[in-house]
């Protein structure tokens, strides 16, 4: 019988008490004394199925080993439990965007069938994968009995597909201040810095606003296009930048105004041998001059490469 929670026991109306509350509480409570669906349960990911797991039903669920549960093996461990939902409300046996069965499911020396069939069914609304091996609760839905994650500790991937649009932000406030003159957590002021970005079907924008320094970048990418807008841009290649497909290197404009202009200079003083002796140097001189003087235009004022 069900914990009651009824100390006096001794009498006979205590234990008639107990009795009338065993009964009505009866199918209503587990063996822990705990109202059905409401316990949770504490443990750790042990295994993520894949989305081409040979059993359909576990497609895009967890196992959960909970803690202080010692086993030996799978099939008839304490405390194991197999296929939680990662969300209570939708669905986990659809296909996402991103097959989860690489290397880090397998765990615990459990052997699964690597499928290479295409599951076309759609993608799952929203999903949220905890790492492997990561501390999570889990709960259980009091109608359907089916257990889901409620929290994690680690979170190995977010994949959401929204119908016409979403947008993940974040907006700077002043830090909290202990005391009773400070502001609460709900009330702070606004520092003026915010970033958001949002997703469409066509594009992605990211934003980077600054209001103390009335300053604004964004970029976005679209079809076929890429825009950006900011007073600095900064493309970081730890080996190379190809644009377009290029093979052949580009010229350091520097380097090729340094040359040019010595190139220009030499020319204004060259000199050949004829059978009357030296020549003077060229009457067009001053030309050279004027392109070497020139050669500095050639220069961009905004791009510039290493």
């Excluded at 929290?151 to 907006?171: H, I, K, N, P, R």
């Excluded at 520097?254 to 220009?264: A, G, R």
């Amino acid at each position: 019988m069900a914990n009651t929670g009824i100390g006096n026991n001794n009498d006979s109306s205590g234990r008639l008490r107990a009795a009338v509350r065993g009964a009505a509480l009866s199918g209503l409570v587990d063996r822990s004394g705990a109202v059905c669906g409401t316990r949770r349960i504490r443990g750790y990911v042990c295994y993520i199925h894949p989305d081409d797991d040979e059993e359909e039903d576990l497609r895009g669920t967890i196992d959960v080993q909970e803690y202080d549960n010692d086993y030996d093996e799978q099939s008839s461990q304490s405390g194991y439990h197999e296929g939680v939902r990662l969300t209570a409300l939708l669905p986990s046996d659809t296909t996402s965007s991103k097959n989860t069965s690489s290397d880090k499911a397998k765990a615990q020396g459990s052997e699964h069938n690597d499928s290479s069939s295409t599951n076309n069914s759609p993608s799952r609304t929203i999903r949220l994968v905890p790492e492997l091996f990561s501390d999570v609760i889990v709960g259980t839905d009091p109608l359907t009995g089916e257990e889901f994650v409620e929290m994690f500790s680690q979170l190995s991937d977010v994949e959401c597909v929204a119908t016409e649009g979403m947008a993940v932000g974040v907006v700077s406030t002043e830090p909290f201040e202990e005391g009773d003159e400070g502001e609460d957590y709900d009330n702070l002021p606004l520092t003026g810095r915010s970033a958001l970005t949002t997703y469409t079907d066509s594009s992605i924008t990211a934003e980077v606003n600054n209001s103390e320094e009335s300053a604004q970048s964004s970029i976005s990418i679209g079809d076929k296009s890429i825009a950006m807008a900011s007073e600095k841009v900064a493309i970081d290649g730890s080996e190379s930048v190809v644009l377009c497909g290029g093979t052949e290197a580009m010229v350091l404009g520097d380097s090729l105004v340094s040359w040019l202009k010595e190139l220009c200079q030499a020319l204004q003083q060259l000199t050949v041998l004829t059978p009357h002796g030296t020549s003077s140097p060229p009457l067009n001189a001053s030309q050279f001059a004027s392109l070497a003087t020139k050669a500095q235009s050639l220069l961009s004022q905004i791009a510039k490469l290493k």
